[in-house]
T-cell receptor, first 108, second 115 residues
């Protein structure tokens, strides 16, 4: 079965501190992996995808196939990073399988 | 703005009723996806259409159906509504179904409340 686990429902860090949002997946085949973000009162939007190996807004995510993890990291959190973050593998028929999400709060 | 529009923004209806949610994809996008977001189930994939044809089904109830029209807009029909159907329903669109067209652009959602 396809499953995505984001173990932290809530994560709170201070501004300037490093942040790591965990994501573990169980998925057959070789899915493409994404992180989506939802800022307050805004729609879901793509943050980054593993295949592009980009750094968006200072965030990076490393795919570890051995551990089937795709953790999202940022070395220095900013207040504007406060949002809901979803890890999502995309497999057959392009459907996204979302984790439960992690609500990140950056304290000033 | 991603360009995906959904109407209505909010919908309040009673149990047993039927509603239709509408989605207009971004210009040029051929694929439309429907997702349901509820407090207990999180974000779940319901169904996908590509250029008018159903391509994939997820956790969609038999009481729910969808279609994509020739102008590529899509409608999600929910019937015999139950309290548990109360949720935020998102539509997303993408260029196609393969290659570099993976990225899905989401609409603002329709919040359905069943009383």
């Amino acid at each position: 079965a396809q499953r995505v686990t984001q173990p932290e429902k809530l994560l709170s860090v201070f501004k300037g501190a490093p942040v790591e949002l965990k994501c573990n997946y169980s998925y057959s085949g070789s899915p493409e992996l994404f992180w989506y973000v939802q800022y307050s009162r805004q729609r879901l939007q793509l943050l980054l995808r593993h295949i592009s190996r980009e750094s968006i807004k200072g965030f990076t995510a490393d795919l570890n196939k051995g551990e089937t993890s795709f953790h999202l990291k940022k070395p220095f959190a900013q207040e504007e990073d406060s949002a809901m973050y979803y890890c999502a593998p995309q497999g057959g028929a392009q459907k996204l399988v979302f984790g439960q999400g992690t609500r990140l709060t950056i304290n000033p | 703005d991603s360009g995906v529009t959904q109407t209505p923004k909010h919908l309040i209806t009673a149990t047993g009723q039927r509603v239709t949610l509408r989605c207009s994809p971004r210009s040029g996008d051929l694929s439309v996806y429907w997702y349901q977001q509820s407090l207990d189930q999180g974000l779940q994939f319901l169904i996908q259409y590509y250029n008018g044809e159903e391509r994939a089904k997820g956790n969609i109830l038999e009481r729910f159906s969808a279609q994509q029209f020739p102008d590529l807009h899509s409608e999600l029909n929910l019937s015999s509504l139950e309290l548990g159907d109360s949720a935020l329903y998102f539509c997303a669109s993408s260029r196609g179904t393969s290659g570099s067209s993976y990225e899905q652009y989401f609409g603002p959602g329709t919040r359905l409340t069943v009383t």
